[in-house]
Nanobody
């Protein structure tokens, strides 16, 4: 059974940075992808960023390009999301999710496992 634990969320002011972490367990993550999604109140869950376990190729939503950086540690089965220049529109619960796809799916229906999420609130 795949287990995912996100951490690192919190309350920050506009312009601040946060680093989210995701610890994955339950299977070998030597292939496929790891992605971060977010869901704001009253909105659908949306793709934020993804990375391939093999090769470290990345993909970002347009709304976070240049501000967020996703990384992965294949030895530790972890993924981090460095978020800079945060603004109130980034407020959401952030989730990590692995997939077995060779490329990074941006549609949440391609993912079978989700963590419990970590709340990020950006407010002055």
């Amino acid at each position: 059974q795949v287990q995912l634990v996100e951490s690192g969320g919190g309350l920050v002011q506009p312009g601040d940075s946060l680093r989210l972490s995701c610890a994955a367990s339950g299977r070998t993550f030597s292939s496929g992808t790891m992605s971060w999604f977010r869901q704001a109140p009253g909105k659908e869950r949306e793709f934020v960023a993804g990375v391939t376990w093999r090769g470290g190729l990345t993909s970002y939503a347009d709304s976070v390009k240049g501000r967020f950086t996703i990384s992965r540690d294949t030895a530790k089965n972890t993924s981090d999301l460095q978020m800079n220049s945060l603004n109130p529109a980034d407020t959401a619960v952030y989730y990590c999710a692995p997939s077995t796809c060779a490329s990074i799916p941006t549609n949440g229906i391609r993912y079978n496992y989700w963590g419990q999420g970590t709340q990020v609130t950006v407010s002055s």
